[in-house]
């Protein structure tokens, strides 16, 4: 499945476009609980991913996934080639040529469990230092070689690994290669790189400790593990981190980094054979030192039951409920990933139905290690107080279902889901690769190749067994997080009660281990060839609506959407959050499919359901194979045509916007971020907050919802989009039949909202406060957007101010980061909407690197402004972004949302020629003249998020 998320504006970006910020603001993609480990294929979408009910037998749905080589992976013997080399280097390459793009994935067996306390976080510490230099290349000119070309190049560690990768067009490919291999072997670890990476590590660990997203958890592992390194936080202390010497380091490197413990995963456009042998001469002075890192498993039997609290770091209350699992190798895993998605991740998931109406939001997640795991539940009481009385809700919920267990009905729908997952996911080049790495490094390719046949014999038993054998008291720890101390402590009686409720303790074992290791060679015989390049076109429905059609014939999995012409810059004053309301409300029912109806459908087309607003434009979208094409457009066409927005669904969907508007306000970034945005445009409808504020979704009423989408849903304006084989979804001889009809919406439509004149001038500072240990500053312009002046042109200052934007980026990350040290992360960036946009310069920083801070962005402002770019620069920033935006098109979806953004912006759902020869065009003087208009007195905005009253940092 695709990982997607939302940034911004609340627009859905893949994880390619994430990684596209994370590999310039030095984001570890993969770092400590950022993505969920080790779960190889998860049904959980994103936050717009719906779950549904798809009532089937264990029999039919064997019958239908396991004949399809996209599920079982019959294709397997002629993609997948594992050759090892005579140095005991592994290289796998799974051969794909469906998009002309490469993933070099390198694996090593070295994580953070082979630490001791005087050595805590330093396989961290050595994954940044893998960008620092080696004898033939500068610090981070490894980094540089792949920006410059419009790659994504990244890394991340983990308890049981550590692992950096590379994704390029494919005529990049020794270049993605070579980067990482020169790295492998030729690292100069010099004393000033790693006192200054020391500073960046540890405001890392502070923007940690600062999360409410992550804090939890990793709180949570120290409870579970309390005399294990699962239970040390991966990424260290600050404490930990300043004894790191260079010598240290490089015995780290000699002993750890050596070609027994490697392996290369490539994915992607390139020939197994040719593949293989560029490795080979890549590595063939690298010696086998024999040395291998001691696995150190958890070993067998529960931790005992525990409580902690954490007071007055957050403004929510939130308990975390947490049990130890088995890990990756582990038989149980598959009926533990069932359960999971039975429990928590499925959209009509059991908990939610089972604890009570206090409980304002259940998350949670199973997630594994090589040799263990954690099942964590957090729930937030609905109105601030009671947590031990919610805690005891959930712990009932689990007992009530360790007795009852699951359906055969609902076993067949979690394993469908899961199934369909596996189809999604694997699409990628970068997310086979991390498959198949992950798989490979834990001992056996078996754990990625057989995943499907291992999740069809979960029976509703197996599910029932393992929420018995692990739910238990002994086993179970509780964190309550609250705002401050002695608040939301309500309710000891009702989880005293729960408690004994829980099924009895008994036996366990953890060291089951279902593969043992085995990564034996094997040779593909060869992947299909790519397919026919995509045609376009346009053509006008029957009911005036426009609809593209984007063919790829030969493509195995399409998307389509319905995009509107509104917004959250078209909500009403005072009921801001109105249109994503709106929108979330369309899976709760219409006149032809009621709320589970739609559910069992998402879920037979795959699930991969989304909807977004964002400020000039809204979207409903999905995903889905081919042969379940026509079915998907009849499915969008129904929940858009006569909604029922049903009222009593209305206060469920309503409370859901509130935990995200919570969830927000709790967040450094999205705090300054939005505040910038809203600042920037003061006044006009781009101010706007995508889910509005609690008082603005209070004053929504049923009525308006409905009153909202009858202008919404007016043909005028909407745009059908379709990317896919076109002929095997049946509308390529008679797309307008084929289509037909699909809004009915009598209201009179939206104009632009970005129309609407824009306040002149602005300037000022604001300033907000969070208990934080660090600072956020924002600093930047309002500019114009995708159109010029609301003209029907493309702006001619949009490729100067794309060049700009990618500039800061670049610039300020070397500079500010890994020159200086100053701060975690350092970011540029363009967001252009309609009719205006922001140029923005964020940075996350320690409060007493202010000054040198803010020296720091006013020198990059002053330069770029009073002096051209060098040619070789621009050079450069111009094929980071040509050759970003080929790669950030690789699927079905990524291309739906890009052409539904242009086309909905003005741009137009054919804009990508256009916009590639308007950034080769840009000069340096154009640049410049767009950084001094957006730079101008008078044109400047200044958000700093202090980090006020401090934590203290996590020791140990």
């Keep these: 499945m695709r990982k997607t998320a939302v940034l911004g504006d609340g627009m859905i970006f893949s994880r390619k476009e994430m990684h596209c910020a994370e590999h310039l603001t030095g984001i570890c993609a993969d770092s400590q609980n950022l993505q969920a480990r080790g779960v190889l294929f998860r049904a959980r979408a994103a936050k717009f991913i719906s779950a549904a009910l798809f009532v089937l037998t264990l029999a039919v749905i064997y019958t239908a996934f396991a004949l399809h080589p996209a599920y079982a992976l019959e294709d397997a013997d002629s993609r997948l080639t594992i050759k090892q080399l005579q140095n005991g280097l592994t290289a796998v390459v799974w051969e794909d040529h469906a998009n002309p793009i490469v993933t070099v994935d390198v694996w090593m067996k070295v994580g953070s469990i082979v630490e001791n306390d005087q050595t805590w976080g330093i396989a961290h510490y050595f994954e940044h230092m893998f960008y620092r230099g080696t004898e033939k290349r500068g610090p981070r000119q490894n980094r540089d070689e792949i920006i410059d070309v419009g790659g994504m190049t990244s890394a991340g560690t983990w308890y049981d690994y550590t692992h950096f990768y590379n994704i390029v067009a494919s005529e990049h490919f020794d270049l993605a290669l070579d980067t990482l291999t020169d790295s492998l072997q030729n690292l100069t670890l010099l004393e000033k790189n790693i006192f200054t990476e020391r500073s960046v590590i540890t405001e890392e660990i502070k923007q940690r400790l600062d999360d409410p997203s992550i804090y939890p958890g990793e709180e949570m592992l120290a409870l579970l593990f309390p005399r294990h390194r699962y239970g040390k936080r991966v990424i260290g202390t600050i404490s930990s981190i300043s004894n790191f010497s260079r010598q240290g380091l490089l015995e780290y490197y000699a002993r750890y980094y050596a070609p027994q413990n490697t392996t290369v995963v490539i994915s992607g456009d390139v020939k197994p054979a040719d593949a293989i042998e560029l490795v080979r001469r890549k590595v063939a002075g690298w010696k086998n030192t024999g040395g291998k ?84 539940i957090y729930a937030s009481p609905m109105n601030g107080d009671g947590l031990s009385k919610i805690a005891g809700s959930v712990i009932s919920a689990i007992a009530e279902y360790a007795k009852t267990g699951p359906s055969n009905g609902d076993v067949a729908n979690a394993i469908s889901e899961l199934l369909h997952a596996i189809r999604f996911y694997q699409s990628g080049t970068s997310e086979r690769a991390r498959l198949l790495g992950e798989a490979v490094t834990y001992g056996n390719p078996d754990y990625y190749l057989n995943y499907a046949e291992n999740i069809l014999k979960v029976t509703p038993d197996d599910v029932r067994r393992v929420v018995n054998t692990y739910f238990v008291k002994d086993n179970l720890s509780i964190i309550f997080m609250r705002p401050q101390p002695g608040v939301a402590s309500g309710g000891k009686d009702a989880l005293d009660n729960a408690l004994a409720e829980l099924p009895p303790s008994g036996d366990v074992d953890f060291d089951s281990v279902l593969y043992r290791d085995n990564v034996a060679e094997r040779s593909g015989t060869g992947a299909p060839p790519a397919p026919e390049l995509s045609k376009s076109r346009a053509l006008t429905l029957n009911d005036g609506m426009k609809a593209i059609i984007v063919d790829q014939p030969g493509a195995d999995i399409c998307s389509m959407g319905i995009f509107f012409p509104a917004g959250c810059a078209n909500d009403p004053k005072g009921k801001e959050g109105l249109t994503q309301l709106t929108l979330s409300l369309l899976e709760y029912g219409s006149a032809v499919l009621p709320r589970e109806s739609v559910w069992r459908t998402i879920a037979e087309l795959g699930n991969q359901y989304g909807c977004g607003a964002d400020r000039d434009y809204s979207q409903v979208f999905l995903t889905t194979t081919v042969d379940m094409a026509p079915r998907g457009l009849e499915f969008l066409k129904d929940i858009v045509r006569r909604p029922t927005f049903d009222s009593g669904f209305f206060e469920e969907a309503r409370t859901n916007q509130f935990g995200r508007i919570s969830g927000a306000a709790e967040d450094i970034v999205t705090v300054g971020l939005e505040s910038f945005k809203q600042a920037a445009f003061n006044g006009h409808p781009y101010s706007q907050p995508v889910f509005g504020t609690p008082e603005s979704l209070q004053a929504i009423t049923p009525r308006d919802v409905g009153a909202h989408w009858e202008r919404m849903s007016n043909p005028d304006g909407a745009v059908l989009i379709f990317v896919g084989d076109a002929a095997k979804a049946g509308i390529s001889s008679d797309p307008e039949r084929a289509i037909g009809r699909i809004l009915f919406g009598t209201g009179t439509p939206f104009e632009s909202a970005g129309e609407e004149a824009v306040t002149s001038g602005l300037t000022g500072s604001f300033q907000v406060n969070l208990p934080r240990q660090q600072n956020f500053l924002v600093i930047g312009a309002r500019t114009s957007g995708v159109l010029y002046n609301g003209a029907d042109d493309v702006s001619g200052e949009y490729g100067p101010l794309m060049v700009l934007g990618s500039l800061l980026s670049i610039r300020s990350f070397r500079e500010i980061v890994y020159e200086k040290g100053l701060a975690y992360r350092s970011v540029g960036s363009f967001l252009p909407w309609r009719s205006g946009g922001v140029m923005m310069f964020y940075l996350g920083y320690s409060p007493d690197q202010e000054s040198a801070v803010f020296a720091a962005v006013s020198d990059q402002i002053s330069r770029v402004c009073s002096t051209p770019l060098q040619n070789e620069e621009l050079r450069g920033v111009k094929g980071f972004i040509t050759g970003y935006q080929a790669i950030s098109l690789e699927s079905a979806q990524d291309k739906l949302l890009r052409y539904g953004q242009w086309e909905m912006t003005g741009a137009g759902f054919d804009f990508y020629a256009e916009f590639t020869r308007r950034i080769n065009e840009v000069t340096p003087e154009q640049v410049q003249a767009a950084a001094q208009n957006c730079f101008s007195e008078g044109n400047m905005l200044q958000i700093v998020v202090k980090g006020s009253s401090p934590s203290t940092p996590h020791e140990e």
């Design 293 to 376: 890192p001691k696995w150190n498993p958890p070993g067998n039997g529960f931790s005992g039951y525990s409580t902690a609290e954490d007071s007055g770091k957050f403004a929510s209350a939130q308990a975390c409920i947490g049990f130890r699992m088995p890990g990756f190798r582990h038989p149980d895993r598959y009926a533990l990933e069932v359960a999971e998605h039975l429990l928590i991740s499925g959209r009509n998931a059991d908990l939610k139905k089972l604890v009570s109406t206090d409980v304002s939001g259940i998350r949670g997640s199973y997630d594994h290690f090589r040799d263990a795991g954690t099942f964590v």
